[in-house]
């Protein structure tokens, strides 16, 4: 049975930090690509964080490029969301996906979300 668990998410004051966690079973985790999504009310999910699985590479969405850190853990099948200098624009429920193309299938898969709130 694929999972994919959040945690880590909760309320903290503008400039904070807080590390979100992404747990993973069910799949060979090292061979997907991990991403951080997150959706705000009233808008469109979007893609936040993306690390490979091949080197370990990542790509960051301009708004928390030189904010977010995200990492992989392949022997936890763990992925990490480091968030610093959090901002109330922030706030949203964040999402981690694990996605393949293997063998001409698209596997993908996708976690329940753990809310963010920046706030004072």
């Known amino acids: 049975q694929v999972q994919l668990v959040e945690s880590g998410g909760g309320l903290v004051q503008p400039g904070g930090s807080l590390r979100l966690s992404c747990a993973a079973s069910?799949?060979?985790?090292?061979?997907?690509?991990m991403r951080w999504y997150r959706q705000a009310p009233g808008k469109e999910r979007e893609l936040v964080a993306t690390?490979?699985?091949?080197?370990?590479?990542?790509n960051y969405a301009d708004s928390v490029k030189g904010r977010f850190t995200i990492s992989r853990d392949n022997a936890e099948n763990t992925v990490y969301l480091q968030m610093n200098s959090l901002k109330p624009e922030d706030t949203a429920m964040y999402y981690c996906?694990?996605?393949?193309?293997?063998?001409?299938?698209?596997?993908?898969?996708w976690g329940q979300g753990t809310q963010v709130t920046v706030s004072s």
């Open positions: 690390i490979t699985s091949a080197d370990g590479s990542t």
């Open positions: 069910g799949f060979t985790f090292s061979s997907y690509v």
């Open positions: 996906k694990a996605d393949r193309y293997y063998r001409g299938s698209y596997y993908v898969y």
